[in-house]
């Protein structure tokens, strides 16, 4: 069974800086699925915060974050991170990683395989 399990969101004021991780277990190589973040806040559709693709290893970032959120991950510890700085208000969700069994990753949250049970991350302005 895949599990996928998210850590570091917490309260933060604007500007400052979280790590958030997701470690996985159940899969043999955490490089053999497309992974990415996406978070929600109460009456909105889940948002693809970025996306990591196998293949040729290229990263999508949505608009709002560039510059300022950084993907990254260490597959010896099946474990991705989401590197936040500068934080802002708008910023404040609930943060969740996600595999798909695939070499090219989507923004589209129905072709994630499986799902973390996400991490609050709170930006005070």
């Known amino acids: 069974e895949v599990r996928l399990v998210e850590s570091g969101g917490g309260l933060v004021q604007a500007g400052g800086s979280l790590r958030l991780s997701c470690a996985a277990s159940g899969v043999t190589f955490i490089d053999d699925y497309a992974k990415a973040w996406f978070r929600q806040v109460p009456g909105k559709e889940r948002e693809a915060v970025l996306c990591?693709?196998?293949?040729?290893?290229?990263?999508y970032y949505v608009d709002s974050v560039k510059g300022r959120f950084t993907f990254s991950s260490d597959a010896g510890k099946k474990t991705v991170y989401l590197q936040m700085n500068s934080l802002k208000a708008e910023d404040t969700a609930v943060y969740y990683c996600a595999l798909l069994d695939g070499n090219y990753c989507s923004v589209n949250e129905y072709e994630y395989d499986y799902w973390g049970q996400g991490t609050q991350v709170t930006v005070s302005s």
């Open positions: 990591h693709s196998i293949t040729d290893g290229f990263t």
